[in-house]
């Protein structure tokens, strides 16, 4: 039963509305750093792939890490010639510090970020996004060490790879396969409450984002690729490892000491399907089972520790009767927190009194165990006693148990939590200034605090015809639905009606939190690259 729980920040997962409307779905970023001969190339085998398989309107953005080369040229040239493709330009290098540049301001649902080499084959990208369109997951991440992937590299990086993923399941008990592929994607939701709880803003920012979203219980999908390594990837080994390892230890050490606000990532009460009323199914029975036993176990041992003791200066009866006293109150308190979830000191005193009941059947059952042996046995042995009160004792539990959950602690539909997940209004989801458009004709500078102003980044897109300009996006509306050729009328461009899945009261919930600004560090850490 829980009786104080607090609500989540997040709000419940919902299937994106499928339909015609105008702000992109999928917004992919493409941090980059020197790779002006590379970039092209990449962007518009993209670019190709997702007009023709991706059903949903979508952006490419480029993010370049302060490039010292022609890269930022290339990057404003696609964006000219392709409507699809906006460019932001950052001062300060760092993965991470992209990533989370580009996400805060984006306003796409779903968003994510391959590596520029393309090493993951792209027929992976629309099963990496599915669930997060749909609602079943919250993150999604490309492994190249499940057991469907298919992957070619040198023996060298394939160790330091399995390594590394050993260490974060022995250190951080990590449940995810594969924490460095480029290959990822979130929920915009989710990413506006985690983004701000990760700190690091080079390549350890992926391993840092999935280990809070595990640990805050969100769910993650993966998704076996296909992977051919790049020969001439510029990433530093060494230094890169040193980095994560270091990350590691900070990470570990602010879960150790609850440090990091988790409870921010939470679900509200009645989205995980353990909170619902099923019929014929006790709801929390196998956890509180469970619960039960571990403290009825350490109960019985504390019981008989203080049988022991009594018995020394008393007799069987006495002895009994004050060991199951002392050990039925902590049993009860024990119970009543970590069996039952009940907190406070509400209605303690009547737990207490009806503990105190299903203790006077616990001594009932074990004295006249004992009552017994004696009108059998004479005098019987200590171990023999022992061995009457053990048995009597699991008898008595199970009815212990079955009285604590349908007389003492019952769940009641009305002591529970209610929360009402409120929905947004149109006017308070429109476009605000930290928010770039594909679609604006103009370049575009985000309002960032004076000492981030360095790594403000910059969004060049080109300009869309006047007819072409679509309405924002709004959670209470459609997702925008691109237009596919049909195969079998030439040129004709049909459009496939989904009805996904919605609200029960029919309007779309969107709980996110404000747009927050972003936190770029003054100094750079070091980037690998």
């Not at 970039?39 to 490419?60: D, G, M, N, S, W």
């Not at 009594?310 to 970590?338: E, H, M, P, Y």
């Amino acid at each position: 039963m829980r009786t104080d729980p607090s609500p989540g920040a997040l709000p419940a997962r919902e299937h994106l509305p499928a339909g015609n409307a105008g702000t992109p779905v999928l917004d992919v970023v493409v941090p980059v750093y020197n790779e002006e001969k590379d970039l092209e190339p990449c962007v518009r085998r993209l670019r190709e792939h997702l007009a023709r398989t991706f059903p949903y309107a979508f952006r490419i953005t480029v993010a370049d890490n302060a490039s010292t080369d022609g890269t930022s040229q290339v990057a404003a040239r696609l964006a000219a010639q392709l409507p699809e493709v906006t460019t932001c330009r950052l001062e300060q290098k760092g993965r991470g510090r992209a990533l989370r540049t580009v996400w805060s301001a984006s306003e796409a649902p779903v968003l994510a970020y391959m590596d520029v080499d393309l090493s993951t084959d792209l027929n992976a990208l629309l099963p990496l996004v599915a669930p997060l369109i749909s609602g079943h997951s919250d993150l999604a991440i490309g492994s190249r060490l499940a057991r469907a992937s298919r992957v070619v590299r040198g023996p060298k990086r394939e160790f330091i790879s399995r390594a590394y993923n050993l260490i974060l399941r022995g250190s951080l008990q990590a449940r995810f396969s594969d924490a460095q592929c480029g290959f990822k994607a979130i929920r915009r939701d989710v990413a506006q409450v985690l983004l701000p709880l990760v700190e690091d803003t080079g390549w350890f920012f992926d391993t840092e984002m999935l280990v809070l979203a595990e640990r805050a219980g969100l769910r993650i999908h993966e998704v076996p690729v296909d992977w051919v390594d790049d020969p001439d990837s510029t990433v530093h080994i060494v230094r890169t490892a040193t980095d994560d390892l270091k990350g590691v230890w900070r990470v570990g050490r602010a879960l150790a000491t609850g440090s990091l606000p988790l409870d921010r990532l939470a679900r509200p009460f009645g989205d995980d399907p353990r909170d619902r009323e099923i019929q014929d199914v006790p709801r929390g029975l196998a956890r509180q089972l469970v619960g039960f036993c571990v403290v009825g176990g350490l109960s019985t041992l504390f019981y008989l520790l203080l049988y022991s003791t009594f018995r020394q200066f008393s007799g069987s009866q006495v002895a009994n009767a004050l060991a199951l006293l002392v050990s039925a109150v902590a049993n009860t308190a024990a119970n009543r927190r970590l069996t039952f979830g009940v907190r406070g000191r509400g209605g303690a005193v009547q737990h207490q009194a009806q503990g105190l009941v299903v203790f006077a059947i616990g001594l009932a059952l074990t004295s006249g165990s004992l009552a017994a042996l004696n009108a059998a046995g004479g005098s019987p042995a200590h171990s023999t006693e022992l061995a009457v009160l053990i048995a009597a004792n699991l008898a008595a539990t199970v009815l212990r148990f079955l009285l604590f959950r349908a007389w003492v602690f019952p769940d009641r539909p009305e002591d529970g939590p209610h929360f009402t997940v409120a929905a947004h209004s149109p006017s308070a989801l429109a476009p605000s200034a930290c928010s770039p458009s594909p679609y604006a004709p103009s370049a575009y500078t985000p309002s960032t605090p004076a000492r981030a102003s360095a790594s403000s980044p910059t969004y060049a897109t080109a300009s869309a015809p006047a007819h072409a300009t679509p309405a924002p996006y709004r959670p209470d509306g459609p997702l925008p639905r691109r237009p596919l050729p049909h195969p079998a009328y030439g040129h004709h461009e049909t459009t496939a009606q989904v009805r996904a899945g919605e609200a029960a009261d029919g309007t779309w919930r969107d709980g996110t939190l404000p747009l927050q600004p972003v936190r770029p560090h003054d100094t750079d850490p070091g980037d690998p690259r």
